[in-house]
C-alpha cells in the first residue's frame, strides 16, 4: 500500500525552527521527486521544496530560501523540511507528495502529483 506520513508538526513560536518528516511507504522515495506544499485557511495550496534524484532541490518559494531546507535519507525512505525563522506567515497544514519530477515551476509538480499524505500541522504563535 502507498503511503506517505507527515510528522514533526506542532505550535512554535515566532523565529522557532521546526522539523518536518515524510516517510513513504509501499515505493521507493528515490523513484519519484518528493514535495513539500502548505495550505493555511483561506489561502491556495502553494508549494515549499522538492528533492529529486535529478534534479536535486527545489524551493518554490522565493522568500522561502535560506529559512527552509529540503533533504533525504534514502535508507530511511524519508525527506525533511527543516524550517528555521519561522513566521506568523508560515501557520498551515504541510503536506509531503510525490510526483515524477520537480520542475522549476510549482505547477510541473502540483499537476503531476501521484501521491500524497494527510497533513501535519504546523502554528506560529506566541
Known amino acids: 500500500q502507498v503511503q506517505l506520513v507527515e510528522s514533526g508538526g506542532g505550535l512554535v513560536q515566532p523565529g522557532g525552527s521546526l522539523r518536518l518528516s515524510c516517510v513513504a511507504s509501499g515505493f521507493t522515495s528515490q523513484d519519484y521527486a518528493i514535495g513539500w506544499f502548505r495550505q493555511a485557511p483561506g489561502r491556495a495550496r502553494e508549494g515549499v521544496s522538492c528533492?529529486?534524484?535529478?534534479?536535486?532541490?527545489?524551493n518554490y518559494i522565493i522568500a522561502e530560501k535560506g529559512r527552509f531546507t529540503i533533504s533525504s535519507d534514502t535508507s530511511q525512505n524519508t525527506v525533511y523540511l527543516q524550517m528555521n525563522s519561522l513566521k506568523p506567515d508560515d501557520t498551515a497544514v504541510y503536506y509531503c507528495?510525490?510526483?515524477?519530477?520537480?520542475?522549476?515551476?510549482?505547477?510541473?509538480?502540483?499537476?503531476?502529483?501521484?501521491?500524497w499524505g494527510r497533513g501535519t500541522p504546523v502554528t506560529v504563535s506566541s
Open positions: 507528495a510525490a510526483a515524477p519530477r520537480c520542475g522549476s515551476e510549482w505547477n510541473t509538480f502540483y499537476y503531476g502529483m501521484k501521491f
Open positions: 528533492i529529486s534524484n535529478g534534479e536535486g532541490s527545489v
